[in-house]
Nanobody, 117 residues
Framework: QVQLVESGGGLVQAGGSLRLSCAAS????????MGWYRQAPGKQRELVAA???????NYSDSVKGRFTISRDNAKDTVYLQMNSLKPEDTAVYYC???????????WGQGTQVTVSS
């Protein structure tokens, strides 16, 4: 059974930093586009950042310049470095693994990030 396990969430003051990790198992990690999504209360889940198999990245406008996504294929892990956090970044953050060619997509269980003002 495929597993994506997020860690690194927590409570931080505005302006602070957190680093999220997502460890994957039972998939060929290097073949998947990896993404971080977030969902705030009462809002739809939205894409925060994604990284392709080749290492290309894209970010939502709201986090560009503050967040950095990276991957370590040797460790089957994707990271999200979050700097200059704002209260509006408060949400549950989900890791996603997506492989379009096989129409496979997997989700982690989510990790809570709370930014206090």
């Amino acid at each position: 059974q495929v597993q994506l396990v997020e860690s690194g969430g927590g409570l931080v003051q505005a302006g602070g930093s957190l680093r999220l990790s997502c460890a994957a198992s039972r998939i060929i990690f290097s073949l998947y586009v990896m993404g971080w999504y977030r969902q705030a209360p009462g809002k739809q889940r939205e894409l925060v950042a994604a990284i392709t198999t080749g290492g290309s990245t894209n970010y939502s406008d709201s986090v560009k310049g503050r967040f950095t996504i990276s991957r370590d294929n040797a460790k089957d892990t994707v990271y999200l470095q979050m700097n200059s956090l704002k209260p509006e970044d408060t949400a549950v953050y989900y890791c996603n693994a997506d492989r379009i060619i096989t129409r496979q997509t997997f989700w982690g269980q989510g990790t809570q990030v709370t930014v206090s003002s």
